[in-house]
């Protein structure tokens, strides 16, 4: 089992910026990749970035289109941390953005994350 924890979220001015944390406890050293995914109300849960886990050095991280150059998603392995840090926010970011974990080498599906967080919300007021 691997716990996830996130914090940071709250409301912002389109433009500004924000760092989301998630904290990571259990069976971290099973983990492939950690993500970060977001659910606007109405909407289904989308994909955001994602960063590999596994292995010290060289790290990969991909992101979606729409928060590509925007968003930096980041990791310190020593405290077991991961981080997504949002500038240039847009009014379309607001939601509630959960954190997640992957024991296998996945993708962009969210049904394919073993454990998630309980989610921070994140509003932008334009």
């Known amino acids: 089992q691997v716990q996830l924890v996130e914090s940071g979220g709250g409301l912002v001015q389109a433009g500004g910026s924000l760092r989301l944390s998630c904290a990571a406890s259990?069976?971290?050293?099973?983990?492939?990749?950690m993500g970060w995914f977001r659910q606007a109300p109405g909407k289904e849960r989308e994909f955001v970035a994602r960063?590999?886990?596994?292995?010290?050095?060289?790290?990969?991280?991909n992101y979606a289109d729409s928060v590509k150059g925007r968003f930096s998603i980041s990791r310190d392995s020593a405290k077991i941390m991961v981080y997504l840090q949002m500038n240039s926010r847009k009014p379309e970011d607001t939601a509630v953005y959960f954190c997640?974990?992957?024991?296998?080498?996945?993708?962009?599906?969210?049904?394919?994350?073993?454990?998630w967080g309980q989610g921070t919300q994140v509003t932008v007021s334009s």
């Open positions: 259990g069976r971290t050293f099973s983990t492939y990749y």
């Open positions: 960063i590999s886990w596994k292995g010290s050095g060289a790290y990969y991280t």
């Open positions: 997640a974990a992957a024991g296998a080498p996945v993708l962009t599906d969210p049904g394919t994350y073993d454990y």
